[in-house]
Every structure is written in C-alpha cells, then in structure tokens.
DNA sequence: ATTAGCACTCCTCTGGGGAGAGTGCTAACA
DNA sequence: TGTTAGCACTCTCCCCAGAGGAGTGCTAAT
C-alpha cells in the first residue's frame, strides 16, 4: 500500500502541525499553513482516505484529524539518515561532553542531563555494562565481622563492588594474600571470561584458604552477573509534566511510577538491541504505560570495552527529526572521544 | 497565650479529621464523631475563637475549617515522644533493615525504599558522608592517556573514588610506590583530618615524584571536601501524586522539579541539625515550592562514622504521629544493627 | 455559658443555549 | 475525472443561571 507524493504531503503536513500544536489539525489550516496548490476540501476528501487506511484518528466528528502511531513509523521510517542538527545545538554538546570528567558514572550522569536538556523530554541512560572491559585490578578489603569489600576496576575506570562474606577469623596476610593472586590471575583478563574461567584450576594453584577462595570467586562472579551495579539514570524526568498530553494527574502518575521502576526500565531500553538507534512508537511498546509514548533508544560507547544504552523517553507527539538527530551526534561525538 | 482544654480537644478534633479526609472540617462533623458533649454551636464559638488566634483558617465563609500551619506547629510540638507503631510495621521495618546488605549504598537505598513504602510519602536519603570514618585503604589504578582511578574504602565499606590526572609518562612502579606510601601513610586516619594533614612533612618524606604526589593529594582533597560523592537518594516520588492537595499538575511539577535539584534537597535536609528529628510545617520552609509541604528530617548512624540524614517530604496535612514515630523507629534501629 | 433556630453566604453541580470549528456531502466546474 | 465552493450537520467548549447543600454567624432563649 503505497502513498501518492500529495497524500504523503498531506500527512507529514498533518504531523508535522500537530507534533508543534498538540491539537487536531483541520483541513483549512493546512491549506492554509502549508501551500500545497489545492483547497480545504481536497484536503478533506485526502484525509479521509488517510484515515481508512490508518494514518489518521479522529478524535471525534467534528474535530480536526491527528496521526496515528502508524503514521509516526511511516514519518521515521522516512527521516533522513543524516542529522540535521543546529550550530548551537553541536557546540552545546561538544562543551558538555568536553568538561572533564571524573569518572564514567559522572559521564553517564552528565549524558543524562545533556539528552534531556537538549530534547526537552525524559532521558533515560542505562549505567555501561562492563562484559566486554577487561578487569584491571582487584582490590579485597577486610571490614571486620566476617565482611570484606571486594572492589574491582576495570581498565575503563568502572568500578565493581561488592560486599562478600568471609570466615570470621581470617588474618589480614591471607586476605592480601588472596588478594595478590586474584591480581596476578585475573588482571587483564575480560570480564567475560572471568565468569568461565576454570575454577577446579584455579583452586589447585592455590594452596591454601579454599573455602575462603570459593566462597569470595563466588561472590564477585555473582556482581559480574548480577545487575546490581548497572544502574538507571534518569534526566529531566519532569519534562514530561510540560506536555499538554499529561495534563492529567493520573498519567502522569502511571508513567513516572512506571520511571521509578528501575528493572523493569532497564529491560524496555535494552530491548532495542544492536548499533542502530531503535524508536519504538506508541502502541509498538509493550508495556501499557507507555502506549501514547515513543522510547527511542540507542547505543553508547565509552571505550575500553563499556557499553550501555540510553533513550528518550516522550509522547509519541515527539520531535522525531530533531530528538533522533540529537540522539545520532551525541553516541557518534563520544565514539570520537573515546574511541 | 494559652488554649483551655476544650479548645485544645476541639482543634486537635479538627487536625485529626482534616489529615484524614483533606477536607475542610465543619461544628457538626466535630460534635457528631467527637462525642465531646457540647452542641455544634458551641464548637462554632470555639472555632471563631481558634480562627481569631491563627490556629484555623477558612477557605470561604460557607465551608469548613482547615488547621494552619501554626496548628500543625502546637500539635507536633504536643506529640509524645514515645513511638507508637502498630505490630506490623515494627515487623516490616526489622525484615527489610534485616535482609543482608552488600554495601552502605544498598542500605541507603533500601532505606530510603522503606521510609516511602511505610509513609506512603516521598523519602529522602543523604547518602552517609564520610567525614568522620576512617580510612582504610586506598588504590590507585593507572588507566593510561593521564589518567588513574583513585579509590578509596572507609572502615564502614564506604567508597571514594575519583578519576586523578596523572603525568602521561609515569610508570606503573612509581604509581605502585605512591599507592603503598599512601596507604602506610594515611591508613586509619579519620578522613576529616586528612584535610588538614601538613602537606610539607609529606613531601620530605617522599623522596621523588613530589609533582606527582602534589597533584594526586590535591585531587584527593578535593574528592573528600567536594559533595559529588554524597548522593541523594529519593524513595516514592511519585506518592505526592496521590495526595488531593497535589491533583493540579502545575503544584506536582513545583515540587517534582524541586526533588530533581540534589543540591537544593541536600541543602534543605541537612538544614535540621543534630539527634533530634527536625520537622518543617509549611510556611517554615524556605523554599516557597516547601510552603504547602512539611519536611520531617533526622540523623542516622551505620557505624564506623558514618552519618547521614535521611527525611521525609509531604503534604502540610501529614499523619505527623506515624510518619515521626516510624522516623524515629527507624532511626534507632539503624543505631542497634551498627552500633 | 450553652444551645436551638434561622437567615445568609458561598460553593458546586447541572442543564441549556450559543458560538466556533471542522467535517461530509452534493453539485458545479475545468 | 479530479477539484472546488457551498452548506447542512455534528460535536465540543464555554458561559450562565438556578437549584441544592453545607456551614456559618447571629440572636434569643434556657
């Protein structure tokens, strides 16, 4: 089912107005805002084929159409590839993402403001896994009553941490002791592979402290895997207050307490998966408090092996040209920076 | 000025039913559950009287009652200081501060998940600063391209840890040798006196590398003066969405927009000093987007020096007997697990 | 000092009517 | 055959008036 170049027109017209006005856009106004050479009712009759082939809703009869969530997916599928993005706009990114950093949380907390900031809409950005960073050192720090800080850094400067239970009656030599060889034995190896290295191997080598051993590998393969520290970081989550779609308490409630969820945020920005940036529009979410929200959501790289996601999160009435372009220069301006 | 008894009875009558219904309170509810023997006009007089002394305010001269601030003021100040919680919360809170904890910043966030479940309010947790903890170890990890991870571990588990430059072509022995003075140096020192440790001593002691040692100090410094490692953590944001008094969206965006300015919130937190649980009515707030909201803030301990405070924000019509005994609860339960 | 009674005030809810916006249809037109 | 002007129709939104209700303040009686 193809549409003829003038129906196209009509409804990017119709998109477009509506994405500025939030409000139902009538026939007169396009012809009027938009000079497309024909009249009111041509238009009219147009939309009305728009809206059984499902491009278009009407709110009710005697109102103006809006598009539908279809409509947007024909919209992005159609965007230009290369973004379109204002001078101010790029250097604005370039000075944020240039201030020093201090550490990658700070740059993923950073990033976080940078997106809302600059979309006007709710950020999302998932904390870097570190799978694919090598582990560059271990630190074990005994605390008394039978606990002791296990943290480890890797060579992208992400810290892993995690509190682990040892016998209570360890002497500081064997945890340094211990702690020396878990050096020695997994300094630069990928965090990946930690997870499989051989443990029978390993124990042999050492000759003392098994238990003690096993019981530590197990705790910090458990941080490995677990998502403990992989954290959610939300930006400008009020900005979704500003849209006159939540105007009413109630959604608002349902979105931000849907926002508070952090599992189940990290599973809905890790669904679009892979290099290129994923929208999801509407009703093409799965969960039901975000069916009039589009997610858009992309890769981002700090180097040394981090990876993690962020994603914007607004009414399905979004700027997709701008907020995807936005979305496209800031990972590509980290790659550069990191890369 | 002082209120007689049945004045007193009358306008606690009237606190008690505003907080529950969030409507303004009429003479005849008053004498219908209050049984306080005297007729609704009789509590009528009385009324008029606690409205000339700005214990009650009137929205138009047809409705009901409501308390003001300074109503609030007398009756908390009136509270008994003993707790009263119901079995069941008492419960609640032993299970969920029970449950292992992997690092002081779990247990910060479980907190502040506890205080928003049990309130049905907003919670706030300053994460625990760090001053007066000893510290216990420290790494330096080289990252290359200038850079080193600088991390610190507190006897309490707590950690710093901050990105340092570092001259490029610095090799691997001298960071090792930094790190072991370091940490034989500084080991054990409570961090509040790190500040002031004579810097000039220090660099004798350390035969080369002074430029090094210079910058690196510094960064640490300025990662134990700076607050980017204390954190705000919030608990239950979006229950202020469930209060009427918050069913305008533009009063929900005030003060949601208000929970996002961490600076601000850690500022308004730790404006209560000292053991005692602070409370803030209304109009004693600062921040005009406060004035319809009390902040009820106060100390916790986790041991081994670490303090923080932790608050709860909501409504001026709070249930102030629960929400402060479940404070106070808390606070003390914290105490007996660290202490 | 307390209370019953009563007039008065003010809010809130409801329904009706007019204005406005936009459509769909029909008939005329190029 | 596609396009356009005209027009009746529909639906929402807003305003307004009036009824209903809740609660007060005052007065006079107890």
Redesign the interface.
């Known amino acids: 089912m193809e549409l003829d170049q003038r129906k196209r027109q009509i409804l990017y017209a119709i998109i477009h107005d509506y994405i500025q006005t939030a409000e139902p856009v009538g026939s007169r106004a396009i012809a009027r805002r938009h000079g497309l050479g024909v009249s009111p009712a041509t238009i009219r009759n147009e939309m009305s084929d728009l809206e059984e082939l499902g491009f278009l809703e009407q709110p009710h009869t005697s109102a103006g159409r809006i598009p539908s969530d279809r409509a947007y997916r024909l919209y992005v599928d159609a965007l230009p590839k290369k973004a379109s993005l204002t001078a101010r706009e790029v250097e604005l990114v370039k000075r944020m993402l240039a201030s020093r ?3 990658s949380e ?1 740059i993923v907390q950073q990033l976080a403001k940078l997106l809302s900031a600059l979309t006007n809409q709710t950020s999302i950005v998932l904390g870097p896994s570190e799978y694919q960073a090598r582990l ?2 271990v ?1 074990l ?1 005994g ?2 009553r039978g ?1 002791a ?1 296990l ?1 480890g ?1 890797t ?3 992400f ?1 892993i ?3 682990v239970e040892i016998p209570p009656d360890i002497d500081e030599r064997s945890l340094q002791r211990l702690q020396l060889w878990l050096n020695q034995r997994l300094g630069g190896v990928p965090l990946e592979q930690i997870r499989s290295v051989d443990m029978r191997a390993l124990q042999d080598e050492l000759s003392s402290g098994i238990s003690l051993f096993e019981s530590v590998m197990d705790e910090f393969i458990g941080a490995l895997r677990s998502r ?1 520290a992989e954290r959610v970081y939300l930006g ?3 900005n979704i ?2 849209q006159p779609e ?4 109630d959604k ?2 349902a979105i ?2 849907l926002l ?1 969820e952090d599992a189940l945020i990290w599973d809905v920005v890790m669904q679009g998966q892979g290099n290129k940036i994923s929208v999801s529009i509407g009703s093409e979410n799965q969960l039901t408090a975000m069916q009039n929200c589009s997610l858009i959501t992309a890769e981002y790289h700090l180097g ?1 092996g981090l990876v993690g996601r962020l994603g914007i999160l607004g009414p399905t009435r979004m700027e997709y040209d701008r907020v995807l372009s936005l979305v496209q220069h800031i990972c590509q301006t980290l790659n550069e920076m990191f890369g």
Chains 1, 2 share one sequence.
């Open positions: 950093m201090r550490s700070q560059r050192q630190q720090v605390l008394g606990q800080l943290v850094v060579d992208g400067g810290l941490n995690r509190m403990e400008g989550a009020t207050l500003s939540f105007k009413d308490v608002v409630r931000l307490e508070e040394g």
